[in-house]
């Protein structure tokens, strides 16, 4: 079955500093991968997607994801991170080679930025 | 072009009642998915809905209900309420079989 394990709760960062948000994914193929932020209160934002091709994805707000396959992984990176970063964050992932547009997420990473 | 839209935004129902949510695709979108958020469950995806069929199901009770219209637009019910069913609801649309899913800002049911 598929799964996304988001090990990290709760992130606490310093304004300026880079940011790293770990994401591991159970698939028996290769899975359509996507990061979403959702602010309080509001819906999910999509940041940026993997569906094939260049593992190194680029997004908006200057996010980027890097897919490695062989641990399953699909971090998501800021080189300078902003007091509006501050969210929560969500992995999920999308089945392939199928009719549907079913997404599995994680738990969420909730980032904290301290001035 | 717009969004997706969801309305209500807010609503508050007690125990036993029933409710209809619903949700606008953006314009184009043939697909349509819900889920229920909440902060012990998480994110969990409820139906989905492409071309007024319902083709994806998740693990809820038959109180759940959905549907499409020939327009995209859906609508999902809840009957006979219960406390745990506050939540936050969300409705993604797509525009293909398997695409990119675009959030609405959700439904916050709150059932007392």
């Known amino acids: 079955a598929q799964s996304v394990t988001q090990p990290d709760i709760h992130i606490t960062v310093s304004e300026g500093a880079s940011l790293e948000l770990r994401c591991n994914y159970s698939y028996g193929a290769t899975p359509y991968l996507f990061w979403y932020v959702q602010s309080p209160g509001q819906g999910l934002q999509l940041l940026l997607k993997y569906f094939s091709g260049d593992t190194l994805v680029q997004g908006i707000k200057g996010f980027e994801a890097e897919f490695k396959r062989s641990q399953s992984s699909f971090n998501l990176r800021k080189p300078s991170v902003h007091w509006s970063d501050a969210a929560e964050y969500f992995c999920a992932v999308g089945a392939t080679g199928g009719a549907t547009n079913k997404l599995i997420f994680g738990t969420g990473t909730l980032l904290a930025v301290q001035p | 072009k717009a969004g997706v839209t969801q309305t209500p935004r807010y609503l508050i129902k007690t125990r036993g009642q029933q409710v209809t949510l619903s949700c606008s695709p953006i314009?184009?979108?043939?697909?349509v998915s819900w889920y229920q958020q909440t902060p012990g469950q998480g994110l969990q995806f409820l139906f989905e809905?492409?071309?007024?069929?319902?083709?994806n199901k998740g693990n809820f009770p038959g109180r759940f209900s959905g549907r499409q219209f020939s327009n995209s637009r859906s609508e999902m019910n809840v009957s006979t309420l219960e406390l745990g069913d506050s939540a936050l609801y969300l409705c993604?649309?797509?525009?293909?079989?398997?695409?990119?899913?675009?959030f609405g800002p959700g439904t916050r049911l709150t059932v007392l």
């Open positions: 809905y492409f071309s007024e069929t319902q083709r």
């Open positions: 314009s184009g979108h043939r697909s």
């Open positions: 993604a649309s797509g525009s293909g079989s398997t695409d990119t899913q675009y």
